[in-house]
């Protein structure tokens, strides 16, 4: 059973709820789910760790951020049975890439911190300078995508600006939260600078509406983000949302097709879609579509297939794969659930699928899926390609494949994307900026971005007295 982490400790308080394991279907744990109490307990506990925290130097609180840091490296195969259990992903992307990063976020921000200088302007007799401050307490609400990465690339830039934080992990994955619980417990960190509350939406949302929240960071749906934005207005709380994505790939003639192809491949079915940045819709210059479709379609059908989130996901992506078909798609491979013959065929699969043939307004071209799926549509001009790609309501990522260095800059910064890859896909350097466009999000983080979102400035200016020396 897990429990909240509140104050420093643990707090066995509400009912409970099972999590599946999506691979199997069978349950792994029973997580308590936080109520009103919870919820109020948790941002008290906060808010009374908020002001000793805030007046630590920063290079103190970069100093928790490195012990954080190492308390996840000595507890990393705690966090990677965790983070498997939960999201049924395979052990080399959870060793490779989920708890790493959680690893890289706390030092990387640490360092990031300690080595900011703050802003000075010079007049004739005047001097003006800001210092920073912190939100206070920060509503940290996480997605069960990436989970463990996720949280700690919010936590890693709120603690070290000196906010608290009270994280709400997805009811799906609360595993590898749990067991930061303890690594903070472990390090000796302040009670209450760090507080977990585990629990369904009903618990989000009591979180965001506390008065005593002072801002709001958030991945996940946009329906929700804009939920969010609405309970938050009235108090004008700070927001940062990461949120949906209907993310395109353009394909140019004059690509490396294996290359393209590779990428593409990735770029759809990586977690079985289940990644904000996945690709969604792929565009192919005409001269090479036919070719580019066959072989994309067989990488479909060498993929491994992953787990959706739970039974109510695997459904959802089901019903878009018979959407596609109602609408009249050509399914070039998948369209349905693998059989296994093993303990998995009780899991929530679904296969690897590519479509083709409808219209850019049909609903399976217009809204996210987030599974293993893409539709493919030919080009004729790079300036179809592009009205291709910026047509749609969303605009968090955007892939391009092409050997033309020209085309590439030219056009990557007519995209209407967060972020665009040329010729790669998921390659991140932590000190840049990440965050999307319209329904995507609002704001952004990563890097200095982060620091600004997560302390606001104060500027002081003092008018200096000329001397009659």
């Not at 293993?372 to 009205?387: L, R, Y």
Request: aromatic share 8%; net charge negative; hydrophobic share 40%.
């Amino acid at each position: 059973m897990l429990t909240h982490f509140i104050g420093g400790g643990p707090l066995a308080a509400g009912k409970s709820f099972p999590v599946h394991d999506p691979v199997t279907g069978a349950v792994v744990r029973h997580v308590h789910e936080a109520d009103p109490e919870v919820v109020d307990r948790a941002v008290r506990a906060a808010r009374e760790a908020a002001r000793d925290w805030a007046a630590l130097p920063v290079g103190e609180r970069a100093g928790w951020m490195r012990r954080l840091a190492e308390g996840i490296e000595r507890r990393f195969d705690d966090l990677v049975a965790a983070e498997i259990a939960d999201t049924g992903k395979p052990l080399g992307q959870t060793r490779t890439l989920d708890i790493p990063r959680g690893i890289a976020n706390f030092r990387a921000f640490a360092d990031l911190a300690a080595q900011r200088p703050d802003d000075a302007f010079h007049l004739p007799g005047v001097l003006s300078y800001t210092v920073r401050r912190p939100l206070g307490v920060v509503a940290v609400i996480v997605p069960w995508n990436l989970p463990f990465l996720l949280m700690t690339w919010k936590l890693a830039p709120a603690l070290v600006s000196g906010d608290t934080v009270v994280v709400k992990p997805s009811e799906h994955t609360p595993g590898s939260a749990a067991v930061f619980a303890e690594i903070c417990a472990e390090a000796g960190l302040p009670p209450g600078v760090v507080n977990i509350i585990f629990g369904h939406g009903s618990a989000g949302r009591l979180l965001v509406e506390h008065p005593g929240v002072d801002a709001v960071t958030f991945t996940g749906s946009t329906a929700t983000g804009s939920a969010i934005m609405r309970t938050v207005a009235d108090r004008v709380k700070p927001i940062s949302f990461e949120l949906g994505g209907k993310n395109a790939a353009l394909v140019f003639e004059d690509c490396d097709l294996d290359r393209a192809v590779e990428g593409t491949a990735r770029s759809v079915f990586t977690n079985g879609g289940q990644v904000c940045l996945c690709t969604e819709r792929v565009y192919v210059q005409r001269s090479i579509f036919e070719e580019f479709c066959g072989r994309l379609a067989q990488s479909a059908r060498e993929v491994e297939p992953q787990p959706m989130i739970s039974a109510e996901h695997r459904d959802k992506v089901l019903s878009f794969y018979a959407l596609a078909r109602s609408e009249g798609a050509k399914v070039l491979t998948g369209g349905g659930v693998p059989v296994f013959h093993d303990h998995r065929d009780s899991g929530y699969f679904v296969e690897p699928t590519v479509v083709s043939g409808l219209s850019e307004w049909s609903r399976f071209n217009r809204e996210e899926i987030f599974g293993p799926v893409c539709h493919v549509a030919p080009f004729d001009s790079e300036a179809e390609a592009i009205d291709l790609a910026n047509g749609s309501d969303y605009g968090l990522a955007a892939t391009l494949w092409t050997t033309n260095l020209d085309r590439a800059h030219r056009v990557a910064q007519r995209l209407e994307a967060g972020l665009v890859w040329v010729n790669t896909w998921y390659l991140r350097d932590l000190r840049t900026p990440f965050g999307g466009v319209k329904l995507s999000g609002i704001g952004r983080e990563g890097g200095t971005r982060s620091l600004d979102f997560y302390s606001e400035p104060t500027t002081i200016t003092i008018k200096l007295e000329q001397s009659d020396a």
